[in-house]
């Protein structure tokens, strides 16, 4: 972490951020979202008139908040998905700053260059992993997410 400068903090606490929402998703999908659909379908298929215009736009009013619901925080994870890269190309212009400084104050040393250039490096490659796993992990969720929306839907019928 010194190495790699201050920005390896920032890198460090979105990548975690990341994957508490990531794992808070997950155990949504495994504990609650059976609940949710469940309470809704109930809600829904004890209505005595499902067909009329209002019913219409009570189930439309219900999906979009099932849908609110089951995106939950994706949103905010693919954010930080295209943050963590961001804050990498920060790291490494920090580190060139270095670099130039160390150029302008101590002439051509290669000691005092090489220690600005790892710290241009390694935030870059921290930032480039933490977008990689984060971005496979955003997408498996989308997926998921994109079905149940879809099963919530269809779930929800309207013409009995």
Known sequence: METGGDVLWAIAAITFFMFALIFE?????MTAHRGMVRDATISWESRTERKSWSAHQI??????RGVATISGTLPL?????????????LGTVTGMI???DAMATQGGNA???AAGVSMATIPTMAGMISSIAGLVAAEM????????????????????
């Open 111 to 113: 000691r005092s260059m």
């Open 141 to 160: 969720l989308k997926r998921k997410v994109n079905y149940e929306i879809e099963l919530f839907q269809d779930t929800l019928t309207m013409d009995h």
């Open 25 to 29: 998703r997950i155990g949504y999908f």
């Open 98 to 100: 270095s670099v130039f």
């Open 77 to 89: 994870i693919q954010t930080c998905v295209t943050l963590c890269p961001l804050l990498g190309l």
């Open 59 to 64: 189930r439309d009013g219900m999906v979009s």
